[in-house]
């Protein structure tokens, strides 16, 4: 097999500082205590063979310490997703490109078929088991491909359809083989990947049927009132609650959820040190508190009761951090969001009222809504002044990003919005003023809404305004956010409104680019897309077809130009169709740091799809005596 790639490892770090005879490794000092006791192996029995090197930001850190964070629910608690980001391979700090992290390095064919990847010997979970390929062929063969825990497999291992073949070559070697090229698999797995690297072969097989009597595992179920094996093992599998279930995480839970308070304390184990062979994490122990709300977690942040936090850190909020950051002892850092709109709506193309299906589904109704809303207003009233006014799809600084078509549609015109909506058969008026629909019934907008990542109620209330001024009467609904899933995916809305993140890398999970998915939704369209035909249903002919098919023509991209290429098409499709409608975007990300902590870049791009802040490596921050 010709190798097209192969990424720098630790490998080449290690050996430089085993020749300057810096090859002796160093620990916390809670850690040499257990060590002397003779609780834990020394740090060299635990580190592997060829530890990832992390280099710090700043300086080389100084153990101890708290991290003290706030969350808004027991499950807001982003310990592995964020906080401690550990796929095999891992974006690096631009979102620009993958790099090697639990796989030392990796290989791929000049097809971009193949991916093989190679383990770093020696590495242990936090209960300091072997770390091995044994684990991911557990994940594949007793979980991907069992029914019961998968009973629809991953989407984005599949391809066309299909999964890989998966191989184990040996105890620290694994590889995928696709049929059909896969060019951005790797970039998928820096993003989906945390799933696979969280099977512990020795620990979970306890509660499954290839290694326990069916009988025996029945019982065990009914035990923790649990009707089937698959519920008991999920549930030992979830080390936010379960306190047993090893992991690879720089922080391992020791009080977990439901805690209000919950505490994760450093890995013994974690198989990462900086370049003078320090074992990290620096921190020893991170903190989160449940509050009631966002305005509980923002007055925290505003009076030093935070460490480091940019989660549900809100900018209207800004003035009040300035006022109190030399009082309180924090700084203000504006990471760049990769929200091409922080306040996104996108309509119910699968509405079951035809009328409204019909009317949603095309792109000139859209078009009237977008051209009714003052961005103007809603960036100085409820985004204080930052950001841009704009439509969504990408960023910026983001390589698929198209000059100024995230400008189409979003000037106000009202007089164009009216002709356009007439012209749908909206011509008729009630005696409010109110547009009736084709049908000559009374037409109105449910706009579904959780007041989670912005200031979206009061967004969305202008929104009704500006619609009524062309007739559209609109209402706003506001849930919680569990409900908020729970409407999408059951089809219960007219409008809902998400953010439009994703918008540095949306190659890897064009969300919001592809007509008719939006947060939560179950798209019967992305879901034959998926499938090649096999679920779902396939998209009408004309621009909503050509949406995946592009998106198709990118997973088979032979090289980075032809993926840019046909991206900024999608991009240029998406706002000029506006599946989704944009309003304020490029904004910053606000990050409440304190004083003594270091090692957190004074910049970095924040998305999900990024799992930030875990590209910035929080196993490096530090605090200072």
Excluded: C
């Excluded at 009076?303 to 909020?317: C, V, Y």
């Amino acid at each position: 097999m010709k190798t097209r790639y192969i990424l720098w490892t630790a490998l080449a770090l290690t050996l430089m500082l085993s020749g300057m005879g810096l090859a002796q490794y160093n620990e916390a000092p809670l850690l040499a205590e257990r060590v002397a006791s003779g609780e834990l192996p020394s740090v060299e029995e635990r580190l592997p063979v060829e530890p990832l090197v992390v280099v710090p930001f700043d300086d080389i850190g100084q153990y101890g310490g708290v991290w003290r964070r706030a969350a808004l629910g027991t499950g807001d608690v982003q310990l592995s997703a964020r906080l401690s980001y550990e796929t095999l391979v891992r974006w690096n700090l631009e979102g620009s490109d993958v790099m090697p992290n639990v796989a030392k390095s990796y290989e791929v064919d000049e097809e971009n078929r193949i991916f093989t990847f190679h383990l770093r010997e020696g590495m242990k979970w936090s209960d300091g088991h072997p770390f091995t390929a044994a684990d991911f062929e557990f994940w594949w063969e007793s979980g991907i491909l069992n029914e019961d825990l998968h009973p629809v497999a991953p989407s984005w291992l599949l391809r066309e359809g299909e999964l890989p073949e998966f191989r184990v070559l040996d105890d620290y070697t694994i590889q995928f083989e696709y049929a059909v090229p896969y060019g951005v698999f790797l970039r998928q797995m820096a993003y989906h990947g945390e799933g696979v690297t969280q099977w512990p072969k020795h620990y979970l097989s306890q509660y499954h049927p290839d290694y326990v009597d069916a009988d025996t595992l029945q019982a065990m179920a009914e035990e923790t009132q649990r009707e089937a094996w698959y519920q008991l093992f999920w549930d030992q599998r979830d080390a936010r609650r379960n306190l047993d279930m090893p992991v690879i995480w720089a922080w391992v839970p020791t009080v977990p959820a439901p805690a209000t308070t919950q505490i994760a304390e450093r890995n013994p184990y974690y198989w990462k040190v900086d370049p003078q062979g320090n074992q990290l994490p620096y921190i020893d122990t991170m903190i989160h508190d449940v509050v009631e709300n966002a305005e509980v977690l923002n007055l925290r942040a505003a009076t030093g009761e935070i460490d480091m936090q940019l989660r549900h850190i809100m900018w209207d909020n800004l003035p009040i951090f300035v006022d109190n950051a030399e009082r309180h002892n924090f700084r203000i850092l504006q990471w760049s969001a990769a929200e091409a709109s922080n306040y996104m709506l996108y309509p119910n193309m699968f509405h079951d009222n035809p009328v409204k299906q019909d009317l949603f589904r095309n792109p000139d109704f859209r078009r009237a809504l977008s051209m009714a809303i003052d961005r103007e207003e809603i960036q100085m009233l409820a985004y204080v002044g930052l950001g841009r006014t704009r439509q969504g799809g990408v960023i910026q600084m983001s390589p698929f990003y198209v000059e100024g078509s995230d400008q189409w549609y979003a000037e106000r015109d009202l007089d164009a919005a009216n002709a356009l909506l007439d012209a749908l058969g909206m011509d008729q008026r009630d005696s409010g003023g109110y547009r009736l629909g084709p049908d000559g019934e009374r037409f109105s907008i449910n706009i579904v809404l959780a007041p989670v990542f912005g200031p979206w109620p009061r967004v969305t209330e202008m929104i009704v305004d500006y619609w009524s001024d062309i007739g559209i009467r609109a209402v706003a609904d506001v849930v919680e956010r569990s409900l908020h899933a729970q409407r999408s995916g059951a089809g219960d809305y007219d409008y809902s409104v998400w953010t439009n993140d994703r918008g540095l890398t949306p190659d890897v999970d064009p969300l919001f680019l592809l007509p008719g998915r939006g947060q939560a939704v179950q798209s019967p369209w992305f879901d034959w897309f998926a499938t090649s035909g096999r679920r779902g249903e396939a998209p009408p002919d004309g621009p909503i077809r050509e949406a995946y098919d592009l998106y198709s023509a990118v997973l088979n991209a032979e090289d980075n130009d032809e993926l840019i290429a046909l991206m900024q098409e999608l991009v240029k499709l998406n706002n000029s169709q506006l599946w989704y409608t944009g309003v304020v975007g490029d904004l910053p990300h606000v990050v409440i740091v304190a004083g003594d902590m270091y090692n957190v870049p004074e910049v970095a791009p924040s998305d999900w799809l990024q799992k930030t802040p875990g590209n910035t490596w929080p196993e490096q921050y530090s605090r200072r005596p």
